[in-house]
């Protein structure tokens, strides 16, 4: 069965550069999450969209900011990164009705110098 | 505010025998859904079982089960026949009924299962 894909799968940047993350849901999934795991932590939500609308949003701090695109991927883009921002980035799809299941894609592991 | 409470930061078992992961949470909603992720060293997010709130009956998935109490708003993960491959962080997680809803995890229990 298709799975969530993420890309890159990792990302090296330096402070003040940015980066953008790109994602794609399962096939028929109409909305799109995007959680920031650091080191030991447990993931946190940053944002969702729905039928390519944003539905609601978490920690996520300014210089970041997303969208959904008409084919319902997705992109993180990040600005200004600095050292605290380096962590695993979580993109996951669900379909609406139902029971909300969230499955999750691989990640992009983020270092930044 | 919704929590998710993982009491036991770290676990371990011996191979074939059986492990329960305790969870907790806290909402004043009345339809949620419960989640058990499995995380392995990959850091890949896995899904093991999910549990809807306004059903009685504890979820199974093959060797994995919950067990679910509403009223003490517990939710409980057993494997039985735990194998090597279990090895990994599990995180319980709550996510209420809209269908765009976020999920909030706990914070993790490390289990290692021991050959």
């Known amino acids: 069965a298709a799975g969530v894909i993420q890309s890159p799968r990792h990302l090296i940047k330096e402070k003040r550069e940015t980066a953008t993350l790109k994602c794609y849901p399962i096939p028929r999934h109409d909305t799109v999450y995007w959680y920031q795991q650091g080191p030991g932590q447990d993931p946190q939500f940053l944002i969702s969209?729905?039928?390519?609308?944003?539905?609601d949003k978490g920690s996520i701090p300014d210089r970041f900011s997303a969208q959904q695109f008409s084919d319902y991927h997705s992109e993180l883009n990040m600005s200004s990164l600095e050292l605290g921002d380096s962590a695993l980035y979580f993109c996951a799809s669900s379909a609406s009705g139902g029971t909300p299941t969230q499955y999750f894609g691989p990640g992009t592991r983020l270092t930044v110098l | 505010a919704q929590t998710v409470t993982q009491s036991q930061p770290e676990m371990s078992v011996q191979e074939a025998e059986t492990v329960t992961l305790s969870c907790t949470y806290d909402t004043s909603e009345n339809n949620y859904y419960l989640f058990w992720y499995k995380q392995p060293p990959s850091r890949q997010m896995i899904l093991v079982i999910r549990?809807?709130?306004?059903?009685?009956q504890n979820a199974t998935e093959n060797r994995f089960s919950v067990n679910f109490q509403k009223a003490a708003k517990s939710f409980s993960l057993k494997i039985s026949d735990s194998q090597l491959g279990d090895t990994a962080m599990y995180f319980c997680?709550?996510?209420?009924?809209?269908?765009?809803?976020?999920?909030?995890f706990g914070k993790g229990t490390k289990l290692s299962v021991k050959p």
């Open positions: 997680a709550w996510n209420y009924g809209g269908s765009q809803g976020n999920l909030i």
């Open positions: 969209f729905y039928e390519k609308m944003q539905s």
């Open positions: 549990q809807e709130a306004y059903k009685q």
